[in-house]
């Protein structure tokens, strides 16, 4: 969050931190909706991980939504450090990036739109960063946990991607991979900006709303 100003580049496996073999404490509970953060989840439920910049304000752009989140939770994914802690992720020697989990109903709210909440949160065409905030933990990423998923975000991301260009914006940087490891972050930053909040946020979007044809509510 404050700044951090590390190397640009992914590190190789090798050369990333080793972590530990057990999960870091975290919360048990979701601060705002009382719910449980690891779960069980209601039948039904759908999860994704979104990167989007500064996980406090990634995440309070979720748990905002009107309807249809039944958790969110701050992480770690996309990089190679098992079981990361927070000042290891900002040396940029994990890979990971700062992420969020949304669970949620997709009868309720449809995966179309919780991609659009994504990418009208952040600017997706800056690379490693997202504003001030510079380093490989502010990529913009969508995990996701099977191949539909994956084909959606794909085609919402192509819709993104080509009202931005026509905004004067660059190339859309957002990666999509299959979710490998979420690891959850330590208690003090889950739902950060509801126990603290005048604090930082570091997200800012773009302006450019949804596109037609991506299926997501204007």
């Excluded at 100003?5 to 705002?32: C, Q, Y």
């Excluded at 996980?55 to 450090?81: D, N, S």
Aim: contains cysteine.
């Amino acid at each position: 969050m404050f700044l951090f100003r590390k190397r640009p580049e992914m590190p190789s496996p090798a050369d990333a931190l080793p972590g530990r073999p057990n999960p870091i404490p975290t919360a048990e509970r979701h601060f705002v909706n009382g719910n449980p953060l690891k779960g069980p989840y209601p039948e039904g439920t759908r999860t994704i991980v979104l990167g989007l910049g500064c996980f406090w304000g990634a995440e309070r752009k979720f748990w905002q939504l009107p309807e249809g989140i039944v958790v969110t939770a701050v992480g770690y994914a996309g990089g190679h450090t098992p079981n990361p802690t927070y000042e290891e992720v900002c040396t940029g020697m994990t890979g990971h990036n700062e992420v969020v989990l949304v669970a949620f109903d997709p009868s309720v709210l449809p995966l179309e739109s919780v991609l659009g909440t994504f990418f009208e949160s952040h600017d997706p065409t800056q690379g490693m960063r997202q504003g001030n905030d510079v380093g490989t933990q502010y990529r913009s990423g969508i995990y996701v946990t099977d191949e539909a998923q994956a084909e959606t975000a794909r085609r919402v991301r192509a819709a993104y991607a080509e009202a931005l260009k026509a905004r004067g914006y660059g190339d859309v940087t957002t990666e999509i991979k299959p979710l490998e490891h979420f690891y959850f972050a330590e208690d003090y930053h889950q739902q950060y900006l509801a126990k603290n909040p005048g604090g930082y946020c570091g997200l800012g979007g773009t302006g450019v709303s949804c596109p037609v044809g991506t299926g997501v509510a204007a």
